[in-house]
């Protein structure tokens, strides 16, 4: 089983910058995909990015490539979200999430994760 705590969350401005952070806790980290999600109100749960368990294969939704960044580092069972050029239309609570390994196909659907952190907002002001 694998808990998780995200932070870092807050407000910037358009153009701004913040990184997200993702602790967890399990022996099964190491192992596991992590992958970041967002919701804006009224609207449903979207992919942002995910990462597998060694690091090395990352994958990003369209609207955020070039942007943003997923990173892990196992060592300390955190993984990260960078993002950079926020846009208001990022606003939205942010949530990592664990779920099975994927090596070559992107895991991007929400159900496919089995463990959630509570989030953490992020507000981009215009």
């Known amino acids: 089983q694998v808990q998780v705590v995200e932070s870092g969350g807050g407000l910037v401005q358009a153009g701004g910058s913040l990184r997200l952070s993702c602790a967890a806790s399990?022996?099964?980290?190491?192992?596991?995909?992590m992958g970041w999600f967002r919701q804006a109100p009224g609207k449903e749960r979207e992919f942002v990015a995910t990462?597998?368990?060694?690091?090395?294969?990352?994958y990003y939704a369209n609207s955020v490539k070039g942007r943003f960044t997923i990173s892990r580092d196992n060592d300390k069972n955190t993984v990260y979200l960078q993002m950079y050029s926020l846009k208001p239309e990022d606003t939205a609570v942010y949530y990592c999430?664990?779920?099975?390994?994927?090596?070559?196909?992107?895991?991007?659907?929400?159900?496919?994760?089995?463990?959630w952190g509570q989030g953490t907002q992020v507000t981009v002001s215009s």
């Open positions: 990462i597998n368990r060694s690091g090395r294969n990352t």
């Open positions: 999430a664990a779920g099975r390994n994927w090596d070559t196909i992107p895991v991007v659907t929400p159900s496919r994760y089995d463990y």
């Open positions: 399990g022996r099964t980290f190491s192992n596991a995909a």
